[in-house]
């Protein structure tokens, strides 16, 4: 009896080192232009070239500017890193979707739209957010340069064994809840680090009738709470999203792979090293108070006074809500915002354009707010341009900008100022994460819809 | 990469839970596309005032700490995969973090560019935190062939956790590369044998 996880992990071990690591088969690996050009230089150094460069797909994505892309990137430092990704894709012999390709979008988001992201898979990239990949039944995880140059070198990791965890969401969830909620309600439970050393898997009625991009977000903030990966077994609403997209198997290869696929389950009585239950329907829309993710609270809650705190977190605590402008025992309800980012792998997806948009549909973006829309990729914002959204957001005072990680992780124009708050849709409220003295409140699509039209934090 | 040697040094404490590594390296610095100078901004935003004068007030620039140890609280390196964050630490002159735990990716990153990430139980880690707060100069000595760290200000010690594998990189200073390349025809055996192939 195994678990998803060990399948699918017992499928890719090529070799295991005595006293070490096991030697892992990487079948997809994603790349940007921050964490892999000393990885290139690496191979280069080494008089290496890529392995097996079918395997390995490039997209640029944090260092890009959100308007204007069709001009040359003003930072001159920025426009280097993007212009060293091409040309080591050129050298290289990769796919690479540059800027205005209409492939191009966050890492994360193009992979599974274009059928990149397949049940059973091992999938990689030097970005911790690849656990989002782990909504189709793979095990996907983030990985730093050296491992990308390892990768590269030789289509294979080496890695230890994490143990696995599963989460079950049990119940129905609440009108207005989205997969967002589920996952910061479950990282404030839990902790940044509580799923540290832990492969997730994510199970439970709530789960199953999540939609795919829902539960990629869900998968997607696994990280947050510490764990590699995520995952979750696929099903019908996994296949039904796969078919068809441009590199799924077709024919007589999309049979063969079904049948693979539907092995791909925790057998009844496998057994996980921890497990825990939540029932979701006491998850209400969530907000962040903090500088780290676990530091969640429903939107009408109460930050934690100092004594609720253990004797070595209270240094941190007390930093973290002096960084934030906020006190222990306050309510943030009605508290008045300065930015809403609508956005990132976490939610840059159509489905969170869609709810974002029927929430603000006939109202008016608030004069106090600075709102960037921001979608995952060009096939995102198309989409959203198909159904017409862009018409109504304009309407309600609100416009698009072009794909990229953007203001999530401020290292391209898109920065919060020092001070301002900003409820954003991303997944880190770190210090500076948005921008030097940025003051980060993650959320879910509504409830940044929500602050929006009304200028401050309310129940969406 | 450098073989790892034992260590008896000074440490600089940083007694903040979580430290992730945005905060070890902010973002807007990972424009590099080499791995030299990040030492330079090493938490450029806890260490550096808006107009780049250090602030006073961190660890980093008081001249009383110093050393090629850091050590801090639990939960050390969560959040991004940057291995800026490892170049950064190393960068600077550190060759070892101790803490009472680390992030996983932070950790990996850390171990294959030389530094040696030290997990320590909490009573240990307050004990170092305490040592250094009375002596700033208090040491600590880091003993990777016999897994033990010292706290030399109390005498007390502690063994640590490592797997072999990396433990004999580590010493030899091999990198994972180096072991993947020699092993080539098993890649090869792989693919051709597997059931399911992609």
Known sequence: MKTLFDKIWDAHVVATVQDGPTQLYIDRHLCHEVTSPQAFAGLRARGLKVFRPERTTLTADHNIPTMGQDKPISDRISRFQVDTLAKNAEEFGLTYYGLNNPMNGIVHVIGPENGYTQPGMTIVCGDSHTSTHGAFGAIAFGIGTSEVEMVLASQCILQTRPKTMRINFEGKLNEHVSAKDMALYMISQLTTGGATGYFVEYAGEAVRNLTMEQRMTLCNLSIEMGARGGLVAPD?????????????????????????????????????????????????????????????MPIDGTIPQLEDIDEAGKISFEKSLNYMGFAPGEKLEGKQIDYVFLGS????????FRLFTEYVKGKKKADNVTAWLVPGSWKVRKQIEEE????????????????????????????????????????????GRQGPGARTILAGPLVAAAAAVNGKITEP | MEKFQTITSTYVPLPIENVDTDQIIPARFLKATTREGFGDNLF?????????????????????????????????????????????????????????????????????NGILPVVVSDAFLSELFASSDKNPKATVTVNLEEQTIVNNETGNSESFEINAYKKACLLKGLDDIDFLLSNKDKIEAFEQQRAYAY
């Not at chain 1, 792998?345 to 969170?352: A, F, L, M, S």
């Open chain 1, 388 to 431: 017409g959204l862009d018409k109504i957001l304009e309407e309600a005072g609100f416009a698009l900008r072009q794909p990229g990680c953007s203001a999530c992780l401020a290292m391209n124009d898109d920065k919060i100022p020092a001070g301002k708050y900003a409820v954003s849709t991303s997944n880190r409220n770190f210090e």
């Open chain 1, 236 to 296: 019908e609403t996994t296949f039904n999203y796969i078919k068809g997209r441009e590199f799924a198997p077709k024919g007589e290869q999309w049979d063969k792979a079904m049948a693979y696929w539907k092995t791909l389950k925790t057998d009844e009585g496998a057994t996980f090293d921890k497990e825990v239950t939540f029932d979701v329907s006491q998850i209400k829309p969530m907000i962040t108070y903090g500088t780290n993710p676990g530091m969640g």
């Open chain 1, 345 to 352: 792998c976490t939610n840059g997806r159509i489905e969170d």
């Open chain 2, 44 to 112: 450029a935003d806890w260490r550096y005032d808006k107009e780049g004068n250090p602030k006073a007030d961190f660890v980093l620039n008081n001249p009383i700490y110093s050393g090629q140890v850091l050590v801090a609280g639990k939960n050390f390196g969560s959040g991004s995969s940057r291995e800026h964050a490892a170049w950064a630490i190393g960068g600077y002159g550190f060759k070892v973090v101790v803490s009472s735990f680390f992030a996983d990716i932070f950790r990996n990153n850390a171990l294959n």
